[in-house]
């Protein structure tokens, strides 16, 4: 088997203890580069489940999955994630613009959901945003928030729900913040956040 990460061969002995394990994706190596913890003193708002520090090996990892499209990375992300997805009502990934998503190709974040066979709703929409410096002062207080329920998505169905909102990569926490406020409004339950990687 071939690394996903550095492409070398991988060189796994069969024995009695790995022989009903899954292949993982990647090398040892590899592994041990990505799961390399890093300091952080920065306060997060929210608890966030995640699986990986966002250190190096991460973010080149980020980089050739999101931008140099090499696809097959998304196996990789969901070798590092392992939660009970079944616990909620509601899985629900943060959107991309539709602009986005003809750029990209794919969405990121429900590649790997699909990888991990967690089923997901459609709930988020976004449109493009503009840069802040084409928006007017009026349009940027009044477009704060980025993220609208889909027209088609029936709100009703939110209510006393547990939700897991799942995105990529967690920095700042404004993109969750957004997004935990838009499904606030319609009486859920819980709202968890789960992100692949945290900074
Ligand atoms: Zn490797």
Do not use: W
């Not at 994706?25 to 608890?47: A, F």
């Not at 990888?115 to 945003?129: A, G, I, P």
Request: hydrophobic share 35%.
């Amino acid at each position: 088997m071939i690394c996903l990460m550095c492409h070398n061969t991988i060189l796994t002995e069969m024995s009695i203890l790995n022989m009903f394990e899954k292949d993982s994706p990647i090398c040892e190596s590899c592994s041990t580069e990505l799961l390399k913890e890093t300091d952080t003193n920065y306060e997060y708002p929210h608890e966030v489940i995640s699986f990986l520090s966002y250190n190096e090996a991460v973010a080149n990892l980020f980089h050739r999955y999101k931008f140099m499209g090499d696809n097959a990375l998304k196996e990789v992300l969901a070798s590092f994630v392992s939660h009970n997805f079944k616990q909620y009502d509601f899985v629900i990934s943060i959107p991309l613009s539709s602009k986005r998503l003809k750029e990209r190709g794919f969405n990121q974040v429900t590649e790997v959901l699909d990888c991990l066979k967690v089923k997901y709703t459609d709930v988020l929409e976004t449109s493009h945003r503009k840069r802040q410096s084409e928006r007017s002062k009026i349009e940027r207080t009044e477009s704060q928030n980025p993220f609208t329920i889909k027209s088609t998505f029936d709100v009703s169905k939110l209510l006393d729900k547990r939700i897991l909102i799942v995105d990529d990569i967690y920095t700042t926490g404004m993109t969750m913040t957004h997004a935990v406020n838009v499904l606030m409004m319609h009486r859920v339950n819980e709202i968890k956040v789960l992100t692949f990687s945290k900074v």
